[in-house]
């Protein structure tokens, strides 16, 4: 699937568990709004199926509910090629391998694109069953706007 120049967007979450959905539906948006060669798809994170959507892929954008102390909504930027992306961030994921390990996993194995940002949307809960708190539902479309523009820049 992958292919050089290839360019990935992967939004995470769970859809029913309240801000951790935002990846996901971030995902739903951007498709329509997508340019040409870049490919939108959503997970639940699980690691391995992480693994294998960042495989042979030479640019992706990750897209995730992050849980780090900061203001519901917070918009944070990381280059996961330049460095480790903070584990404490990213303490909301139900698996058991988050999406920081899965990272560290990929560079590991030598599997980490050569271009890998990651956005990380500040959530404030994480039940099931709850709707998008208003702060995380608003910064949907401010990170849109973000991948959108990193996308461009990349195929440039």
Known sequence: MGSAGFLRVIGIGHRDR???AVGRLL???LRERAP???EVVDTDGEAARLLDLIA????VVIVDAALSGAGPGTIRRFDAVARPLPRTAFAASTHAIGLADAIELARALDQLPAHCIVYAIEGSSFELGQ???PAVATAIDETIALVLD???VTAV
């Not at 042979?56 to 640019?59: M, S």
């Open 56 to 59: 042979g892929v030479d640019h």
């Open 18 to 20: 309240a801000d951790d």
């Open 27 to 29: 995902a739903d948006r």
């Open 131 to 133: 709707p998008l708190s």
């Open 150 to 152: 990193e996308v461009r």
């Open 36 to 38: 040409p060669g870049v």
